[in-house]
Structures are given as structure tokens and as C-alpha cells.
């Protein structure tokens, strides 16, 4: 199916691409959690949330509400969840004291290790099973290209 767009207004499609692009997210979050849970007992946000606290050391609560466009209240909610299960820890932010840096404990450490072997075969499956190379490499390019204009404007950014 062609989308295009006729002045300001979409062409009738773009409701049936918006509907696919929520629907495959929502299947490829739910079967990754599943496995998660099953494997790791953890759900994809704490796979993600453990993910980026590896990646970004001393990031803050703020810095992980930005990244995955939700409220810093929601976000401060699943950090005690990881750091009630002792994988992650709360540090005293030296240049605000209004806010701390977060890090991985040595059991988060290990934790988000192995679960990345799940996350990624699990993704792997799930996507290679239905697109080839090519097709996986377009879909990635898209997606970037269209996550970094969403970000660049603060499409969806939560005010609160």
C-alpha cells in the first residue's frame, strides 16, 4: 500500500500504518517480555531500563524519562522496583544534590548480560523469521530516520 500525503491532511492509509506500526510493537514487546519473564524474571522495561543504566553510567532519573518518552514519576517508580531487587543503586549526584546518579549493581550487571542473549535471539526470530536482510536493513533506516525527527522536534515528549 502507497501513503502519501495530500496538503496537510493524510491520505486515508496512514491510519492503517499507524494501527501496524503500534500493533507490531506491542506484539514484539509483549513475546520479548514473555521470554524475559520466563528466563530472566523480568519485563521488558527493566530489560530496558537495566540496558541503558549499563550503557550510560551516572545517568539520572530525568535522563532515562527522556530517552523513553515517559514521565519522571513513572520512571522513578521502576528504578525503586530495580533497586528493591538489587540491581540497581542510587548514588548522591555531587553537582545537584536535588537529584541522584543511577548506576547497576554487580547482579544488574549480570542480569541485563544474560538477558540481552534472550532480548536479541528473541528479536532476531521474531524479525528474521518474516524479513530478510535488506528489508531489516530499510525498516532499521526508517525507523532511525523518523525516531531522530520525532526527538529533534520533542514530538511526544511528556510535560510532566
Known amino acids: 500500500m502507497e501513503y502519501t500525503l495530500s496538503g496537510n491532511r493524510a491520505a486515508p492509509g496512514f491510519s492503517g500504518l499507524f494501527a501496524d506500526l503500534v500493533r507490531c ?18 519485563v521488558t522495561s527493566q530489560y530496558e531500563f537495566l540496558s541503558y543504566l549499563r550503557d550510560h553510567p551516572g545517568c539520572r532519573v530525568a535522563d532515562l524519562a527522556a530517552e523513553f518518552a515517559i514521565g519522571v514519576g513513572a520512571t522513578s517508580k521502576g528504578v525503586d522496583r530495580l533497586e528493591k531487587q538489587g540491581w540497581a543503586a542510587r548514588r548522591p549526584n555531587p553537582a545537584d544534590r536535588r537529584s541522584s546518579l543511577l548506576a547497576l549493581t554487580d547482579d544488574g550487571a549480570r542480569l541485563v548480560a544474560e538477558a540481552e ?38 514530538v511526544g515528549t511528556p510535560t510532566g
Open 25 to 42: 510493537e506491542t506484539r514484539l514487546y509483549n513475546a520479548l517480555g514473555d521470554r524475559l519473564r520466563e528466563r530472566h524474571g523480568i
Open 117 to 154: 542473549q534472550t532480548f536479541t535471539a528473541g528479536l532476531a526470530e521474531l524479525l528474521g523469521g518474516t524479513l530478510d536482510d535488506p528489508a531489516l536493513t530499510a525498516l532499521a533506516r526508517t525507523l532511525a530516520t523518523l525516531r531522530a525527527a520525532l526527538e529533534r522536534d520533542r
